[in-house]
């Protein structure tokens, strides 16, 4: 099992409440992405799925465990997360960075072992990222940066990956490969929670989506049933129209002026 549920949970910092009394399930081996606009709320759930944010209201759930109950170390053996703007102050290696992933499942002073290597490997060969394993990161492209993170996340061998963002300072074509490779790691038994601003590209791959708006839930399930053109209009407050391809993917493009 690898399912989150949020039961009436809400969200915030300080005295500020961002989300309020908000309830979903997210089920195994599904793509489910956090639509809004920005300050919608999409990182703060985020973070709340990963435990780095406690709910002033409610409960996270994790596999009908309670988040808060569950140890840091255990916690990053089950979920990695990715957020959308990650720096790295050390001039290491793009092995070197993935080779962190490896960290919640050793025990202190504990090297790495022949399947440890192996599974870095597997997530720099996954990410495209194995040519310039060597190379220093800073080095790297913003694109090929946000690769690597992946690549360290991957490493962690999770049961559920967390990404905010993943396609930003992506070219097109490393936003379809890495959306492509997240629909194949879901397949092989890995849960997807993400959140993206492409409303395009949460139709093409994502299972379900939540769209959030003002501290709510606005709609929840399917990107058919909920990216329709008066729940968008109501979101980003700009008209727009659905353009049906080969009968199942979603175009969504603005609605020509009256």
Avoid: C
């Avoid at 930003?168 to 929670?193: F, K």
């Amino acid at each position: 099992m690898n399912s989150i549920k949020l039961e009436k949970i809400s969200l915030g910092y300080d005295s500020r409440l961002v989300l309020r009394d908000l309830s979903l399930e997210i089920y195994p081996n599904e793509v489910f992405a956090f639509l809004g606009p920005n300050g919608s709320g999409k990182t703060t759930l985020l973070r709340a799925i990963a435990g780095q944010l406690q709910p002033s209201n409610g409960v996270v759930y994790l596999d009908a465990r309670r988040m808060n109950e569950i140890s840091p170390k255990a916690l990053a053996r089950e979920i990695a997360a990715l957020e959308q703007e990650i720096h790295s102050s050390f001039d290491f290696t793009v092995r070197e960075i993935v080779e962190l992933g490896r960290l919640p499942h050793l025990e202190r002073w504990q090297r790495l072992s022949q399947q440890d290597r192996a599974r870095i490997t597997r997530a720099l060969t996954l990410t495209g990222t194995l040519e310039f394993a060597d190379r220093p990161v800073q080095q790297l492209s913003s694109g090929e940066r946000q690769r690597v993170w992946l690549a360290l996340a991957l490493a962690q061998e999770p049961q559920i990956l967390l990404l905010d963002e993943p396609t930003a300072h992506l070219d097109l074509r490393y936003q379809i490969e890495i959306l492509q490779l997240i629909r194949r790691l879901a397949q092989g038994r890995l849960t997807v929670i993400l959140s993206l601003h492409d409303l395009n590209l949460a139709a093409r791959f994502a299972d379900r989506v939540a769209l959030l708006s003002e501290g709510q839930l606005l709609a929840l399930g399917t990107p058919e049933t909920v990216l329709t053109p008066e729940n968008i209009e109501r979101v980003y407050q700009m008209r727009v129209q659905r353009i049906a391809l080969n009968g199942s993917s979603l175009v969504i493009v603005p609605a020509p002026h009256a």
